[in-house]
């Protein structure tokens, strides 16, 4: 038994509700591209030491990680998720409204940088902002996201190291190139603590300064 498959053992429960989503994704003939159940687990601790009330999510798919976010969150707590495809936005929803939580949730379907846009018009502000939508465009994700979050928010991204590929100098696809530069602002932007913790595919954690 690897570390990995160690951590999932203790720590990921039998869930017949992630269960069913899988089973939806795969019964659409679509890509499970679903965080792994050791990243839903830790979405939802994440949430729930945050304190957060206002979650925004880019990239629904079937709603896996819309759950187990939702799953950190107090009663009053509201996720708001971004999806390009109309008919995952949809999927994802009837998935929420199986776990209990269909009235938690608001998708906006579309190109996510038009909805940003549209929600940055709107004075909307949120605690916590989960970026795992396409990679190319994590550093316009990044900076829209500052500019949403309320002092105090954790802006946390998946796939950060894409199989260490943004360790290694001979990928210089734009893929690639553009993760090394949204890790490199989570590591440097002054309004911004952060980390990359290496779970999953790498995830980034970053908290929004007081000072913002
Ligand atoms: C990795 S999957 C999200 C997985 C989901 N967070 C989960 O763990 O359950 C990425 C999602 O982002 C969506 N997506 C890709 N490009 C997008 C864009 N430009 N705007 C909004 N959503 C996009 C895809 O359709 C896909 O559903």
Do not use: W
Not at 19 to 48: C, Q, W, Y
Not at 53 to 74: D, P
Not at 168 to 185: H, I, K, P
């Amino acid at each position: 038994m690897n570390v990995e498959e160690y951590i999932h053992s203790l720590f990921t429960k039998d869930d017949a509700i992630l269960d069913k989503v899988l089973e939806s994704i795969h019964a659409n003939g679509m890509r499970n591209i679903s965080v792994p159940p050791e990243i839903g687990k830790l979405l939802t601790l994440l949430v729930k030491i945050s304190g957060a009330k206002e979650i925004l999510e880019i990239g629904a798919l079937g709603g896996y990680s819309g759950i187990c976010l939702v799953r950190g969150l107090r009663e009053e707590g509201h996720l708001t998720s971004l999806e390009l495809k109309e008919e995952y936005a949809q999927l994802a929803h009837e998935n929420l409204q199986r776990a209990g939580f269909g009235d938690r949730v608001t998708y906006y379907t579309g190109e996510a940088l038009k909805s940003l846009d549209q929600l940055e018009k709107n004075e909307k502000r949120f605690d916590f902002i989960f970026i795992d939508a396409d990679k190319e465009n994590y550093p316009n994700y990044l900076d829209r996201s500052i500019r949403l979050a309320n002092p105090g928010a954790l802006i946390v991204g998946d796939n950060v190291l894409q199989r260490g590929q943004v360790c290694d100098a001979s990928y210089v696809d734009l893929r690639t190139e553009n993760m090394r530069a949204f890790n490199q602002r989570m590591a440097n932007d002054p309004d911004l603590e952060s980390i990359i913790l290496p779970v999953g595919q790498g995830l980034s954690i970053g908290r929004v300064k007081e000072s913002k």
